[in-house]
């Protein structure tokens, strides 16, 4: 009688399975799509909040802002050692793969279109840093993993930047989509904006500004960058910045915040930014930094020179400066930022200087700075644009320098900035670092992953014939 119950039981089992297998087998936790609203907070508050991450322990080193004083071998410019971070690329291929789903359903359903030109626009932006970080890397081929393509060819930096589809193109169709879009529904899941679609397109004109910019030593771009000028529509103001800010607590804070006492110490102030922040006696260093711990003025501030060999060198922590309590303690008045009004004034000057657009390359420059000091929460002193040495052009000064240096003493938060930047200008002037593991050479683009040779192996050897996959060869707009 047992067995005869038994067999009735799996038999049931069974039929009940064959009639509803596919629901009885779906988790309803783990579901198969998401709404662009989820992903759109998703792309931006990930990529925020973990490029952030980066800046601090990886990029703020390469642009030489804080220098690392054990567990260092980045520092020491090892840039296959990433150790606490150095590894941009799986968060810019995994936001650039979520911010394609949010762009195919707004093609693919009249009711998401209203995300199709912001989408368009990340995407523009997500790939940029991507590019100008690596230089050439999988572009129109990549993210095909659903069609069975999973290795990728990789394209040319010049192609990502002009062709269609490109950058340039995909910001130009962005602002497109937004001007012709006409429905009802609202952009939900935007922690950058507030759903405010006119805002996305200062965001787009300020990123054509910027690209513009980034390659003007390759390209033609004085007639763009004049047409987006005479628009006015870009970011002119601290309320218009695409940022999104931090919290004081978890689960929002800057992640450096959760670090634990003797990791977070080893980031202190680099002896580049301590002699910059001095000659233009910057009261910004009291909030990038903090004094050091020997000092009982409360007044000194100590910068030690990047890449130090720790095991052939004595170092203590009490005799530098560490990083600011805005990182750690008080991480509520921090942003992460994605592109500002201060760095669009900087780009302007930089335009105007160098005749590209018709204006007051003074005029943008002192904007710049203003907007930067008030952007991190420091009181502009009267003399600083007037007759202290960062007044434009004073004493000789050259403009393009005190430009850059400004741009990227604003920067600090976005450390691969600074350090883009320098590659493209020269400025500020980085030093030689101590115990160079890259012959006294400043790195000029981050090596592919290691992955990459081994799962995508022959476009790998095809991207790195010419250059050995070597940091110290410039890509295409750095040339």
């Not at 592919?448 to 707009?477: F, I, K, M």
């Amino acid at each position: 009688m047992k067995k005869l119950i038994y067999i009735t039981t799996v038999l049931l089992i069974s039929i009940s399975c064959k009639k509803n297998f596919e629901e009885l087998n779906t988790n309803p936790n783990s579901p198969t799509s998401v709404q662009p609203s989820l992903l759109l907070r998703q792309v931006v508050y990930n990529y925020g909040d973990e490029m952030s991450y980066e800046g601090f322990v990886a990029g703020n080193l390469l642009g030489q802002y804080f220098t690392q004083i054990d567990f260092n071998l980045f520092d020491r410019h090892s840039l296959t050692e990433t150790q606490f971070g150095g590894n941009p690329w799986p968060l810019l291929y995994t936001s650039l793969r979520d911010n394609e789903i949010i762009l195919k359903q707004a093609r693919e359903n009249s009711v998401h279109q209203v995300y199709e030109g912001p989408s368009l626009i990340l995407k523009a932006y997500l790939t940029a840093n991507l590019t100008d970080i690596y230089g050439d890397v999988p572009y129109s081929e990549a993210l095909q993993g659903g069609e069975g393509n999973i290795t990728p060819a990789y394209d040319a930096q010049e192609n990502i930047y002009k062709s269609t589809n490109g950058i340039l193109d995909n910001l130009n169709k962005g602002l497109t989509a937004i001007q012709n879009y006409t429905g009802a529904q609202t952009l939900e899941g935007d922690i950058l904006f507030n759903g405010n679609l006119a805002m996305w397109e200062k965001f787009a004109n300020s990123l054509k500004i910027k690209y513009l910019m980034r390659i003007s030593d390759a390209d033609t771009v004085s007639g763009r960058l004049q047409n987006v000028f005479n628009s006015g529509n870009y970011m002119t103001s601290n309320v218009d910045n695409a940022t999104f800010d931090f919290t004081d607590g978890q689960p929002n804070n800057f992640r450096m915040a959760n670090l634990r006492d003797g990791d977070f110490n080893l980031f202190i102030m680099s002896e580049t930014i301590e002699e910059i922040l001095n000659r233009y006696n910057d009261p910004r260093i009291s909030i990038l930094f903090r004094p050091t711990g020997n000092d009982t003025t409360g007044i000194m501030y100590n910068g030690l020179l990047n890449g130090p060999d720790a095991s052939a060198t004595s170092i203590s922590v009490a005799d530098y400066s560490l990083t600011g309590t805005i990182f750690r303690e008080s991480t509520g008045s921090l942003d992460a930022n994605f592109l500002t009004a201060w760095e669009t004034e900087f780009l302007l000057a930089e335009a105007a200087q160098k005749g590209y657009i018709t204006s007051s390359p003074q005029m943008h420059y002192d904007n710049g700075v203003a907007l930067a000091f008030e952007y991190w929460g420091a009181t502009l002193p009267a003399s600083y644009l007037t007759t202290d040495s960062s007044a434009f052009g004073i004493f000789g000064a050259d403009p393009i320098e005190q430009i850059i240096t400004q741009k990227w003493i604003a920067n600090c938060i976005n450390g691969y900035e600074g350090w883009i930047e320098y590659r493209r200008t020269g400025f500020p002037q980085l030093k030689t670092i101590q115990a160079s593991l890259n012959n006294d050479l400043i790195p000029v683009r981050m090596p592919y992953p290691t992955d990459e040779a081994a799962l995508n192996t022959a476009n790998y050897n095809a991207a790195t014939a010419a250059n050995g996959n070597s940091v110290n060869a410039p890509v295409w707009w750095d040339q």
